[in-house]
């Protein structure tokens, strides 16, 4: 799901002509599928690679080409004057070394040079090319350039390459992409220079090899609390339990499976952190004896298994925390909310605590939505901000609230 700020913003799309061209139709779908409008520049070799009566089908707009570059269609309307002027961001996907050099040398002597050339609004560069190509010092030269000037340029990835060589020069998949344009788009970096460390997901909790205990969390909220700390500027490390979520580009994943294993990075973690925000579902009891082989239904009529405490992850933060530092925790709670959200963020010495009701309808595991209470330490009447909404929209309040805090 896309930031909801996401609808309505105006991309501006430079294919050029590089082989991953073929994938720009499925970016741009899903640019259009998060709400925002989209145009597209393409180069003489990037209509050859892919169709532009596809993308614009998928654009509901025209596929501009090199030779519009002094087009009349639109009278004293100059194409690349009024799409440079209209666009929020103009991302080139993919982008070839001959581009990149025209972005760096002011090369206008394209519709996409000259775009490039107009446009006030932040560009992000994705460059994709042979590995030997993207290692020349050329390349790194005009790179030091763009990124000199304030434009993103983005490191391809590794693999195997179109050419038959292996090694860095991919095309970044389509959600890398989608992370970095909302990045450049969200505008408030109002967490920049701030590192945050995020919990997020479910434990497991093994009985036996093919057995454990643990929770229905899927880790939405707490990966919707990466992103968005992510896309207003932050460094982030992302701790997450066992979940089937892509972890946000330009975050810091460190993958765990029990409540102990979580303890350990959050520790490692924690010095080096301005924010700590425990939105994880860590399980509270562990078996006490692991059965290394699986315990069989025949063996017996039924089973006790004996329980003991796992680690408590904010206790420990809460007790170690230095000066400045912000500790946000969650209580999930069924009955008595308020009150035991604010019993657990005394007892743990959190700064900041989100309660919510999970038996309430689209605030439970697993939702889309979420309904909360946010409370301060210290400030024990009524809660200093309740939101509902969706989860991005939930993620951006508490981050709201969290550099609030620290702010006072």
Known sequence: MPPRWASNKKILLGISGGIAAYKTPELVRAWIKSGAEVEI???????RLVSPLALSTLSKRRAWRDEDLMSDER????????????????????????????????????????????????????PAMNSHMWANEATRANVHILEKRGHTVIDPDSGPLACGYEGKGRLPSTEAILDETWRSLRGDHDFKGKKVLVTAGP???????????????????????????????ADVA??????????????????????????EACLAETPDSDFIIKAA???????????????????????????????????SIGRMKSPGQVLVGFAAETENTRENALDKMEKKHLDMIVANDVTKEGAGFASDTNSVEIHFAGEFGFPYRSISGDKWEVAS?????AVSLRNR
């Open 41 to 47: 520049i393409m180069t003489e070799m990037g209509a």
């Open 75 to 126: 009278g004293w309307r100059i194409p690349h004057i009024t799409l440079s002027d209209w666009a929020d961001v103009l991302v080139v996907a993919p982008c070839t070394a001959n581009v990149l050099r025209m972005a760096a040398t002011g090369d206008s002597s394209t519709l996409l040079g000259a775009a490039m050339l107009a446009c006030d609004a932040p560009q992000i560069f994705f």
């Open 203 to 233: 434990t497991h909790e093994y009985i036996d090899p093919a057995r454990f205990l643990s929770n229905p969390s899927t880790g939405k909220m707490g990966y919707a609390i990466a992103a968005e700390a992510r896309y207003r500027g």
């Open 238 to 263: 992302l701790v997450s339990g066992p979940v089937s979520l892509r972890a946000p580009s330009g975050v810091r994943r460190i993958s765990v499976t029990t409540a102990s294993e979580m303890y």
């Open 281 to 315: 579902a860590v399980g509270d009891y562990r078996a006490k004896e692991y059965s290394p082989r699986k315990r069989k239904r025949g063996e017996a009529a039924s089973i006790t298994l004996d329980l003991e405490q796992n680690e408590d992850i904010a206790s």
């Open 397 to 401: 309040e508490i981050l709201d609230a």
